[in-house]
């Protein structure tokens, strides 16, 4: 390991993600109606947009089979979520990401439900009697299908619902809570929806991705203020993926397409903000090289089983740029790899780990680490072929496994809280 994992404050965050879509079971919401329009085409594609990775091989047959695009019962985690706290328990984390499903608290435009927000009371209630905190996010890509028939954040005047929700939630589950991201990646959401059109609602248009994106931060904005009027303890951020963007030559070309990368991608948004976000919330898991205008692959690049490159000790940079712009409080919200075979998730979390820990060296303020994902789950358009989980899920018999990994970042989380 590059940097001896001493010094990380006793009351580091330690813990994983999720999101409600992605692991629950039994969602009805926009993406469950896509899942089904869409799971042949996605399987038919399969080949087309996979077979040149390495791990084609071993994933053709769930990939190429249309059950694999839909969520179903995912890891049933709605009902498994004491069993799957204890597990997190025996990892000795303190903290633990998730999100709320706001097609169960609001079903229907105005009704809520509350059999629903009495299942997250006793949710965040389970966590916190485990000794966890509870990191809340309110709004993980899925939606109630009567906001998205409204035109869901397409629209200025639907944001009203959201604050509504976001409003009811912090009412009724606020005690419990301190920590709450507003929105999951609007950026990628938006470039997904409207440009590379992998995700719903799959309609090209550069000027509807830029008013989306610019609703979903008003959004923010708006819930941000919401939350402090109702209580000071609320820290309210919001969470994006943030890429290192490396220069691959000193042209000036390039120096200014690095510039140009980062605020686009990053910049703008803070900007708009206008320091409305009590922590930033930094999911990493890329990294780009630019020369001049183009952006190029490493040819010996170090590939997970998505394809991505994989250079984790990039997140330093990362870091240092965000507390050097920003001066605010950081939280690792999502980190990690798609990785069957659990062969460079140790690698992958050491690398990190220590990149985080220079950074702090260099004053960087970083108070948490949440590693994606506790279990294996649904990956969006890819379906339940990529295994992110420090748990491996048994998608027949929902059985969870802790990989090698798990048990290595388990020890050493016990290690640097001094348990
Ligand atoms: C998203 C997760 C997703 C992960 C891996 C993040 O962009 O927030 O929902 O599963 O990346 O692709």
Do not use: C
Not at 14 to 42: C, D, I, M, P, R
Not at 45 to 73: F, M, R, V
Not at 167 to 174: A, Y
Not at 251 to 276: A, C, N, P, S
Request: aromatic residues 14%; glycine residues 6%.
């Amino acid at each position: 390991m590059p940097t001896p994992l001493k010094r990380f404050p006793k009351r580091f965050l330690w813990g994983a993600a999720t999101s409600a879509h992605q692991v629950e079971g039994g969602t009805y919401n926009q993406w469950t109606l896509w899942e089904k329009e869409n799971a042949k085409s996605l399987a038919h594609s399969a080949e087309y947009k996979l077979a040149h990775l390495a791990s084609w091989d071993k994933t053709k047959q769930e990939a190429t089979n249309p059950e694999n695009y839909i969520s179903g019962q995912a890891t049933d985690h709605y009902h498994r979520y004491e069993e799957d706290f204890d597990l997190m328990q025996q990892l000795n984390f303190n903290a633990f990401r998730f999100s709320i499903e706001w097609s169960r608290i609001e079903p229907t435009e105005g009704a809520w439900d509350p059999a629903e927000i009495e299942h997250y009371r006793q949710y965040i209630r389970a966590l916190k009697a485990r000794g966890m905190e509870p990191m809340v996010t309110l709004f993980h890509w899925s939606m109630p299908v009567w906001f998205a028939e409204k035109g869901g954040f397409e629209k200025a005047r639907n944001i009203k619902y959201f604050v509504r929700y976001a409003d009811k939630v912090l009412q009724e589950l606020g005690r419990d809570l301190r920590y709450i991201t507003t929105i999951n990646e609007p950026d990628t959401m938006t470039y997904n929806g409207y440009i590379s059109l992998e995700h719903p609602p799959q309609k090209h248009s550069l000027p509807r991705m830029i008013w989306t994106y610019r609703n979903l931060l008003e959004s923010h904005r708006q819930i941000y203020k919401v939350a402090h009027q109702m209580s000071r303890r609320f820290k309210v951020g919001f969470t994006k993926s943030y890429a290192m963007v490396e220069a691959g030559d000193d042209r000036w070309q390039t120096k200014f397409m690095v510039r140009f990368d980062y605020f686009i991608r990053d910049d703008i948004e803070h900007t708009y903000l206008r320091g409305r976000e009590d922590f930033i919330g930094v999911n990493y898991y890329f990294h780009d090289r630019r020369l001049g205008f183009q952006v190029l692959d490493h040819p010996d690049k170090r590939v997970n089983d998505l394809g991505w490159e994989m250079v984790p000790g990039a997140i330093e940079h990362v870091l240092k740029r965000l507390h050097k712009r920003y001066k605010k409080p950081i939280i690792v919200m999502e980190n990690g790899v798609a990785d069957m075979e659990d062969k460079h998730r140790q690698w992958w979390m050491a690398r990190v780990l220590s990149a985080i820990h220079s950074a702090m060296d260099d004053g960087v303020r970083v108070e948490g680490y949440l590693h994606w994902s506790l279990l294996d789950n649904f990956e969006w358009a890819y379906g339940k072929w990529p295994r992110f989980g420090l748990f491996h899920v048994d998608y027949k018999t929902l059985k969870r496994t802790p990989r090698k990994s798990a048990l290595w970042y388990g020890k050493l989380i016990k290690q640097l809280r001094g348990l």
